[in-house]
């Protein structure tokens, strides 16, 4: 493996680490390692973390003392320095420009790359991230996926479709990692009442498991993740395969009427719109015919048209919301959020009635 050309680690191992290993697994001790090498102590500690290297001299004595030859501790060692050589590097113009389009901080912080503070690697590491063999495949795939997202044009526009690029590959990949039926258009729109009756459950650890084991019964995965900074995003969806579509969403005002809302717009995307593009809502992005069309679909399906146009009878105050919620059989922060979206409640008023998460509560 280690003389495979083919093989390009985006991490670098000092042949420390499998020191370690060796040690570990015959319950050697590193003063024991060092006796029989002749190092003193700190000798044994800057091998284990390569600012020692391995001479041919070296590589014989650890041969002697825990195996297996001279030729492996060397082939090691020449793979590790070439490794550091072409991870940690001086980036070019182009892969510093690159790395100003991406949420760098955020996707270290939620653990989609690591924390090195290296340039080079950073570089390597979203390659390996988005699965691209270099960055000029970039240009190609930003410029499909803006087109696809129909972003706004902005200040911050390559900002956002690097942020918001990042935050969707995320979903993509865990959805593939997912358990999930093929797709059932028709289960999906037979399982909306019973997803509309979790929105009276307040804690999403308690109703999310439910909502995804709906959902990947119909052939969507419903992935849950924070979005890194830049991306304005609050739901989104696709199809990620012939038999399997995708529902990301971001609790991004942590309130249940918003959630909930997002969640059934991104449904009314894939039971009523094509399988070739992905739909993203949230600021930044066009209100296409399609986007009103899935806004439509989510309003009618939480109140449906024959109690819609009673709501603002049952708008005077809280008891009254709450009444009307009960008897149509969903969440009260709901109803409040569709009366303030049809101008029957003023912005803010008897936001009370909404239910409030955290993201410890998720």
């Not at 113009?93 to 912080?109: T, V, Y």
Request: hydrophobic share 40%; glycine share 6%.
């Amino acid at each position: 493996m280690m003389n495979n050309p083919l093989f390009q680690p985006t991490w670098v191992s000092p042949p420390g680490e499998t020191i370690l290993d060796i040690l570990s697994d015959r319950e050697i001790s590193p003063e024991c390692l060092a006796r029989d090498i002749g190092y003193d102590l700190n000798g044994i500690y800057a091998l284990f973390d390569g600012s020692q290297e391995i001479s041919e001299l070296l590589a014989h004595k650890l041969a002697d003392a825990i195996g297996p030859d001279a030729e492996f501790w060397l082939s090691r060692e020449q793979q590790y320095r070439e490794d550091v050589s072409r991870i940690y590097r001086h980036t070019s113009k182009a892969e510093d420009s690159w790395l100003a389009e991406l949420p760098i901080k955020s996707m270290q912080a939620f653990g989609w790359i690591s924390n090195s503070d290296s340039k080079s690697k950073k570089v390597i590491d979203c390659l390996d991230y988005f699965g691209m063999p270099d960055i000029s495949a970039w240009k190609d795939i930003s410029a499909e996926f803006a087109k696809e997202a129909r972003f706004r044009t902005s200040q911050t526009f390559a900002q956002e479709i690097g942020a918001t690029a990042a935050w969707v590959r995320f979903g993509e990949t865990k959805a593939s990692k997912l358990s999930c039926k093929p797709w059932d258009k028709n289960k999906l729109l037979s399982s909306l009442e019973v997803i509309r009756r979790l929105t009276n459950i307040s804690e999403p650890r308690v109703f999310i498991p439910e909502l995804q084991s709906i959902l990947s019964d119909c052939g969507v995965a419903l992935v849950i993740s924070k979005t890194p900074e830049g991306c304005p995003a609050s739901g989104m969806a696709k199809f990620v395969s012939e038999d399997r579509a995708l529902i990301m969403l971001s609790f991004r005002y942590l309130s249940d009427d918003h959630f909930w809302f997002s969640l059934f717009h991104e449904i009314g995307h894939l039971v009523l719109h094509g399988r070739n593009s992905t739909f993203v809502e949230g600021e930044g992005f066009e209100c296409t015919v399609e986007e009103r069309e899935a806004n439509e679909f989510a309003a009618h399906s939480l109140i449906p048209a024959d109690f819609r146009k009673n709501m603002k009878d049952h708008a005077a105050d809280y008891r009254s919301i709450i009444k009307f919620a009960k008897s149509i059989g969903i969440s009260p922060g709901i109803v409040v959020g569709q009366m303030q979206y049809e101008k029957i409640l003023r912005p803010a008023h008897m936001n009370k009635l909404k239910v409030r998460y955290s993201w410890s509560s998720i």
